[in-house]
């Protein structure tokens, strides 16, 4: 590969993730509460297991963050209706709040970017290489 792109890929994450970190701390969230919150935004209910894959979190790590984001208001569990096994995690009102102001001020900063206007092609791309990434893992050896 003549182009860096792992090292590349690697160091626009860590970027990214320290200039959003920069307005969630003013806000008093983490980086990893967003993520779930964002997540739950869709206002679809998810499970445990889908939240920890989309979010790259271990279960017993996205277990207490859930229980702190349920202990401070932001979210709620239910009974899944289909499946009355498994837990649906949801935004609660206020939390649906909280991601809004906090979604309008991450986007603010990411839109002061001077390459904001190809966040569409940016986005496609990755979407691409995510669903290239998840489809052809390498067997272990």
Request: a negative charge.
């Amino acid at each position: 590969m003549s182009v860096d792109l792992v090292g590349l890929l690697s160091r626009a994450e860590r970027l990214a993730v320290r200039r959003v970190r920069g307005v969630l701390d003013e806000e008093g969230c983490s980086v990893d509460a967003w993520r779930v919150m964002s997540l739950l935004a869709d206002g679809e209910g998810h499970g445990m297991t889908a939240i920890a894959e989309c979010v790259l979190l271990p279960p017993p790590t996205l277990t207490r963050l859930v229980d702190q984001l349920v202990d401070d208001g932001m979210v709620h569990r239910r009974v899944d209706p289909l499946d009355r096994r498994r837990i649906l995690a949801f935004l609660t009102p206020r939390g649906s709040e909280v991601w809004q102001r906090l979604d309008q001020r991450v986007s603010a900063t990411w839109e002061s970017l001077p390459s904001s206007g190809d966040d569409d092609l940016l986005a496609a791309l990755l979407a691409r290489l995510v669903s290239d990434l998840e489809g052809n893992r390498p067997a272990l050896t």
